[in-house]
């Protein structure tokens, strides 16, 4: 059978493969976060994150520390179906369940085609990436966003004279310095691995077509952030950071990035909330267009 036959060889993604994963990724119309090259590269140190190539598709598979590898469904428009069947099987022949995490719903008919019923698609609402319209977060107009409104307009007030700068080759070495002065995770792992994509970040930024910015209040950095356009109609924010000692940077440097850097595309995914309450509070005040589904998938 022709789904058996082609080899699985798993390569740990580095920025020179930022172009093939790329021609792949714009196969698709997807707008997850997970798979976008910049989220791939941020967080591949914090847990293994490989790829191959299977019958025309990308497979992406991440491994957590002392977990199972889990993939994303097969990214581009080679066949699917054979690489679906190829991979369950290798798994299988590793003594291991064939797990799908990231799944958009309009995958799942594909999925019931080649396993029949006996999957169980489990929504994860924890993981649902946040979709706004891009001129919503820059204009904030309406009774809706009153609020957030008055915050940006009292940043705007008491800190007049603030700039936004792009971030480029002339303040990254000053940007690496501040985030490392603001850096406090302490014992938190997810932060600590958080923190070193950061720094990956920076020390690789010109190579990365990453689109950021920072905010300047009497020379000094007080908040930055930067993402990446999919596609002509979506963007990913992949991190905000602000010093917190200025009331409303986080919000101004929100606004500010979208109005500079991606104010003509259309809607902006701010990711997840990962099930955190203060964090999906943030994230629903901004009123998304909606949030996408994501699901996962065992098979055994």
Known sequence: MESTQQNIIFKEITLDDKLLISTYLRQEHFMLSDISFGNLFI??????????????????ETTYPNEV????????????????????????????????????????????????????????????????????????????????KNHLNKFFSQYQGFTFEYIGANNLAELLTTWKQWDNTDNDISLQNESKGIVSVFEHYMDLGFL?????????????SFGEIIRDNLC???????????????????????????????YVNREEDLGIEGLRKAKMSYHPEFILEKYEITII
Do not use: M
């Not at 967080?43 to 992406?60: E, G, H």
């Open 43 to 60: 967080w591949r140190l914090a847990r293994k994150i490989a790829f191959c190539v299977l019958y025309d598709c990308l497979i992406i």
């Open 69 to 148: 590898p889990f993939c994303f469904f097969p990214i581009g428009s080679g066949n699917k179906q054979a690489a679906l069947t190829r991979l369950y099987q290798y798994y299988k022949d590793r003594g291991q369940a064939f797990i799908l995490h990231a799944v958009e719903h309009y995958n799942l008919t594909l999925l019931y085609e080649v396993f029949g019923n006996t999957i169980t698609p489990i929504l994860n609402r924890d993981r649902g990436d946040y979709i706004y319209k891009t001129c919503d977060l820059i204009e904030l107009t309406g009774r809706k966003y009153h609020k957030k």
């Open 212 to 224: 950021g910015g920072l905010l300047r209040f009497n020379g000094d950095i007080i908040a930055f």
């Open 236 to 266: 990913i924010i992949h991190i905000e950071k602000a010093n917190i000692q200025y009331h409303g940077a986080y919000q101004a440097i929100n606004q500010q990035l979208l109005l500079h850097c991606f104010h003509n595309i259309t």
